[in-house]
Structure formats: C-alpha cells, structure tokens
C-alpha cells in the first residue's frame, strides 16, 4: 500500500488528500500524520523534509504536491476509477494546471504571512510581508474574476486546489483578515460538503498525534 506523509494544517497535504478521495483512491493509499519539522523518518525519504511525501509500493518517494497529483490521476485512470483529475485536452488541461499554479502560490504566501506574523516586530521584514499579503488578495481577485467559469466547469484539480487555498486563508486568520465575497463562501460551502473536504478539514495536531 502506498504512503503518505501530512501534516493537518499543511495546504499542500490537504489538496492531495482532497484529490486521492476525488480519484477514489482511499483504498490503496495509507495516510501518516506527522510533523514535517521534527519527523527524521521523512527526510530519510525526502531530503526537503516536507509534506506531502507519497512513498510508492517499491518504496520510491515521491514530493511536490502537483508532481504527486500528476502520479495519482495517471494511476487512477489506469486503473479505470475515474476519469481523473487533470484533463487531457490542451487548453483544458492548461486550465486546471493554471488554477493550481495559482492556488499553489496562494497556499505559499499565507504560510509565509501566517510565520512572519508570529515574528516578534524587531525581526519581521514588512515588505516581504507586504508582498505576501499582495499575492493572496490579488489572489481572490482573479478568483472572483474567474468565479463563473470555476463554478460551471467540471471540477478538475484547479478548482480543488482553488478551495484549498481558500479555506487555508480562513483557517489562519478566522477574523477574516482578507475578505472573501459572499458569492464566492456560498461556493466554498457547496463544494466542502463533499466527503473529500469533510474528511479533511484543517486542524491544529492533537496531543498525541
Ligand atoms: N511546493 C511544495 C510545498 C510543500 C510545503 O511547503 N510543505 C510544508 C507544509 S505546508 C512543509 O512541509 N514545511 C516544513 C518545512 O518547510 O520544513 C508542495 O507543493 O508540496
């Protein structure tokens, strides 16, 4: 069975975990929580130390959540359980990965705001921090300017990681520091009723975990 590493609060596991529900693939993969920063077992296999890590059956290590969602819909299609993720077609594969790029630098600059928020002022850098805060409200902009077509399409990988990105900036800042239309929450609420949001809602690790 194949393996993979994650961590609760991490945007990069959640999209992957989302996508391997989505691709029926809760069966043949086994998920491990643990802490990136403190877990010697995973820079045994990803020498980034990271999460996601997918450690396949011949006990290769895969990493980058996009380079394992690739893997994932090229496994899920062989097998014939679905009709994947990341379409076939040209423009409407470029689409999906685009959406992803997009989320995927979003997820990024909320991990970095979110740290050096936590900074003490002394050792904050505010123009970084400046920069970050751009991406993500930016962001939302081109999210809601693309919101009609996100929300007829057929979901395919972007508009997964799209949702992802989306909850990781209210699960860091539950004050709603950047806001999100109505418009656009009424679609978030739709889509996370599916199992594959539900069951892998954002938290903070348990003692014990
Ligand atoms: N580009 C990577 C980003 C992965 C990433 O940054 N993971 C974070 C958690 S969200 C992590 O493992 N951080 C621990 C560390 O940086 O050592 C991906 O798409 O998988």
Known sequence: MMQLYYSPTSPFSRKVRVVLRELQLEKQISEILIDPWTDEALRAHNPLA????????????????????????????????????????????????????????????????????????????????ERQAQAITSGIEAIIDGLAGLRTEDAHLGTWSVLVALYYIDFRWPDRRFDIPVRVRDWMAVMSERPSFVETVFHLPHAGD
């Open 50 to 129: 990271k999460v996601p890590t997918l450690i396949l059956d011949d006990g290769m290590a895969v990493f980058e959540s996009a380079v394992i969602c690739d893997y994932l819909d090229q496994v899920a299609k062989s097998a014939g359980l679905s009709g994947g993720v990341i379409p076939e077609n040209g423009s409407a594969r470029l689409n999906a990965l685009k959406w992803q790029g997009l989320a995927d630098g979003m997820m990024a600059a909320t991990g970095r705001l979110f740290a050096d928020s936590n900074r003490a002022e002394q050792d904050r850098c505010e123009d970084v921090m």
